[in-house]
Each structure stands twice: as structure tokens, then as C-alpha cells.
């Protein structure tokens, strides 16, 4: 924990900084764009992000872990850092930390060599990240995805099933009229047929009755 409280002071990584979530990268340097997941079609603008304690450690982490033995770059920065904080110009202060690390053997080489050593730690740290987030892309996005295209088709199945019920339901409308028509008319017909028989068998049982009764009358 002590040596990574160390590598946080180096590139003047403090708690409160992180607090207030300064940007990443110093102003008038360009930012590497963040790895895209694979098989990602995202067409968002990618927004700023912030230096966060969480990827801070990790990342700090990491460098930690993949130390090098001896004075190198991370030792240099130390020393650099220290005369910095005493307002030294730029260029005196990389001269004069140089000064000191020749001391030790270091050489603007092995300097330059080793800091790349851990710009690779970190490059990797984001290929390892790069690969993580495609992962969680698919698990918790891919399968929601899929879902979703799903969802989609099944709307299109139950809209395509409206529009058959309701040509079904025009249909079965169209065919209740024409059946109210022909109900009507038969009803029509059976009313006309009824009244014509008991018109006829009135007509037919008068007769018969009004003859019985005149033969009742005059056949005595």
C-alpha cells in the first residue's frame, strides 16, 4: 500500500484531485481514444472522462507489480519530481535529476528504455481492459440485444396478426349483414306464406261451414 501511495505521489496523483475528477490528460495533450469492443457499431460521441481512484489503483497497480530492479525511469521521476517542487525551470530540473541518476549508472537510454517498459505494462493494462469490457458488452448488453431484436420481431407477428383479425372481423361483419338480409326475407316469405294459408283456409272453412248450415236448415 506504502509503495503505491509512493507511485501516486510520482505523477502527483492526490486524493483530492481524484475528488474533483481532473481530467487525464494535461491541457494540449490529446487523449488516446478508449478501446472500442469488438463487434461494437456504437456511434456515439465519446464523451471526457476523469481520473478515477479505482482505475488509478489498478493501473498504478500493475506498474507496481512489473517493477524493475535497480535505478530506472520510476526512480528518476522521483528525483525529477523533487526538484520540481522547488520551481526549478524544466530543462534544469530533467538536467540536474539526470545529474544525479548518472550516479547510479543510468543512462538517457536505459531512462528512455525503461520508461516504455512501463508504457507497455499499461498498454497491456488496456488491452486487458479493452478485452473485459467487450465481454461485459455481450453479457450484459448482447443478450439484452438479442432480446430486444426478438421483442421487435415478436410485435411485428402480433401487428400481422391484427391486421389478419381485423380483415377477418370485416369479413364476418360483411357476412352478418348479407345473413341480417336474408333473415329478413325469409321472415318476410314464412309471414306472407302464413297469412295466405289461413286467408285460404278461412276462406275454404267458411264455405263449408256456411253449406252445413244450409243443409241443416233445408234437408229435414
Known amino acids: 500500500m506504502a509503495i503505491l501511495k509512493n507511485l501516486k505521489s510520482l505523477f502527483v496523483i492526490e486524493e483530492a484531485e481524484l475528488a474533483k475528477g481532473k481530467p487525464a490528460v494535461p491541457a494540449g495533450k490529446t487523449a488516446p481514444a478508449p478501446p472500442t469492443p469488438s463487434g461494437s457499431t456504437s456511434t456515439k460521441t465519446t ?119 381485423q380483415a377477418e372481423i370485416v369479413q364476418h361483419q360483411e357476412k352478418l349483414s348479407k345473413l341480417d338480409g336474408e333473415i329478413s326475407e325469409a321472415m318476410s316469405t314464412i309471414e306472407n306464406t302464413k297469412v295466405d294459408f289461413f286467408a285460404s283456409y278461412q276462406s275454404l272453412v267458411g264455405q263449408i261451414q256456411a253449406d252445413v248450415e244450409k243443409m241443416k236448415q233445408y234437408l229435414k
Open 47 to 165: 464523451t471526457t472522462g476523469k481520473v478515477t481512484p479505482k482505475f488509478i489503483d489498478i493501473l498504478l497497480g500493475a506498474m507496481e507489480k512489473a517493477n524493475l530492479d535497480g535505478f530506472d525511469y520510476l526512480e528518476y521521476k522521483k528525483s525529477l519530481q523533487s526538484l520540481q517542487k522547488m520551481n526549478m525551470a524544466e530543462a534544469t530540473a530533467f538536467q540536474s535529476a539526470f545529474a544525479m541518476a548518472q550516479t547510479m549508472g543510468a543512462t538517457p537510454e536505459l531512462l528512455v528504455k525503461t520508461a516504455q517498459h512501463y508504457l507497455d505494462v499499461l498498454q497491456d493494462e488496456e488491452t486487458k481492459f479493452g478485452a473485459a469490457l467487450a465481454n461485459q458488452q455481450q453479457n450484459r448488453i448482447g443478450s439484452k440485444r438479442e432480446e430486444q431484436l426478438q421483442m421487435q420481431q415478436a410485435i411485428k407477428d402480433k401487428e400481422a396478426q391484427i391486421q389478419q383479425l
